[in-house]
């Protein structure tokens, strides 16, 4: 592997992260009312008294902070489970954690579980969990060693059943609770503070550090597990650190704003339009361009229809899937 | 001979539909019915209001109201109405949701008389309870229901005029145990209507729909003097109303939240348009107007 097309890509990756930069910076100072910035920064006021400040750090900095926390774990889980599974189609949900997590919150919500903080989103986590740990005993069981086909049956058909089982739950839910379940699914970060975010970030980080470590096996891993493991990989242990580190982080990702669909399977493949399929170029990509992308999508959900919000998750596919239909035709 | 087929279907299908929903033929319309079934809890609780409680055989599933209507046979509701058994407690009205369009088809096809019924605003419930009254043979009976209806709220209206209108949000649904997911009342529909009789005015009254989700921003821009959450009764020890109630100290710049004015009011009239709906306004007025902080 020559330096060159790392070095060519490497002003991509930190395009990417610019993107990031400036979708963070700017979608705080859009919204449905007109804030005064002076005010808001303005510590001579109270902040109990300043509603341009509140507005500004209650509601639109946790929401852009929580898009780039979702949109950038989606979207590098997703550039993961395509490596992992060789498969282009796959995404964060393709084993069944989102189905998991959306269970668990269908679970809370229909059963009206009064957790003490933070509502839904520790019985989406939890629900993840349980779907991570049963795909992978199911991938495991049988077979020694970690088999990818095996795990990529098991997680659709978990999949499925979870979907049953999600229809189940909401139809023996009322109206209001099936609303509610039907909303959740649709994708919300409207997070109100901080709490949500820092629940997850200790997740996320730990994740996107593993990921870091899996960019070079996931590069040898694309040859195939036999290739692989003759140049030192040590297949069974790579294939289970993106397996738990890229299920986790969906989980994370999912109990702080639903399982917004699209971002894991766009943004990998619009980068590896740009940079090509190394992942030590793809994986930093994915991550700045997903987080800009979901915070700018969270920012026309926010201001499209004002004061009516938009779901996010409609936003993604609607803007995400004819775009990347066009880059699909163009190409070829 | 299969499009013919289909072509005889189609004209037995619109055949039956023609005579349209309300009454089928077959039924003399001075025949008072004796079997109902209303898969409505609002219309439920009018039938039960205007004494026609014995008359009825079956309820949906959501009914909660009133206890003496809770022994009789559940039948489904809007999505999964069970049309079976419906047809098997051999009824002589059927009160529906106006867009159960095949709900209405089969009983229709059944030669079964219906009752339609959609959500709408204040004025709505009396003009629904009147209608079901002629329809029942009730008609006095529900005259003096309206009545009673109509003069509470007139009185309510009297006792609010010239007080000030705190600016309200009527928040009637959030994800519990966090401030999200939450939706309130916007500029249309009975919740809208019950908070302007009550005295308050309502913060989303501009927007033209019936409900819509509040985002933080919205709420914080918008900075309601008071906040009413609605919940139907349910699990809730003080300990959560406590808890839920402190969710709000986070958003300490809404006027209603410094002025320790959010309240949840939890009660199994306030979310049913019908015949107790004097009964929600006056809570609605009490939470409005009372000093600060009770439930």
Redesign the interface.
Known sequence: MSGSPLRRGVPIVAGCFAALAVAVLTAPLIGSTPISLVRAFDRTLPFADNVDAQIFFIARLPRALAAALVGATLAAAGVVFQGLLRNPLATPYTLGVSAGASLGAMVAITFDLSLPIGGVAPAALTGASLAVLVVYWLATMRHRGFSTTVLLLAGVTLNAFFSALILFVQYIGDFAQTYRALRWLMGDLDVAGYRPILTALPLVIVALGVFAWLARPLNLLSMGADAAATRGVNVERAQRAAFFGASLATGAAVSVGGPIGFIGIIVPHFVRLLVGSDHRLVLPASIGLGAAFLVACDAVARIALSPVELPVGIVTAVIGGPFFLWLLVRKR | MKSMAWLLAVVLVLAVRVDGPEGGPGHARDQHPQRIISLVPAVTEMLFAIGAGDQVIGISS?DRYPPEALTRTRLG??V?PDVERILSLRPDLVVVYGTQDDLIARLSRADIALFSYEHAGLADITATIRRLGDRIGRRDEALRVVADIDAGIEAVRRRMAGRPRPRTVLV??R???????MFASAGHGFLHDMLDVAGGENI?GD?D?QS????????????PDVVIELQ?A??WTPE?LA?ERALWN????LPAV?HNRVHILVNSALPVPGPRVLQGIRLLADALHAGTGSR
């Open positions: 959501f509701a809007l999964d009637f649904e994800e519990p145990g966090s401030l999200r997911g989303f927007v729909r819509l989700q509040v985002s933080m921003e919205v709420l914080l821009a918008r900075a139907p349910g699990d959560r808890r986070t958003l300490s710049g410094r």
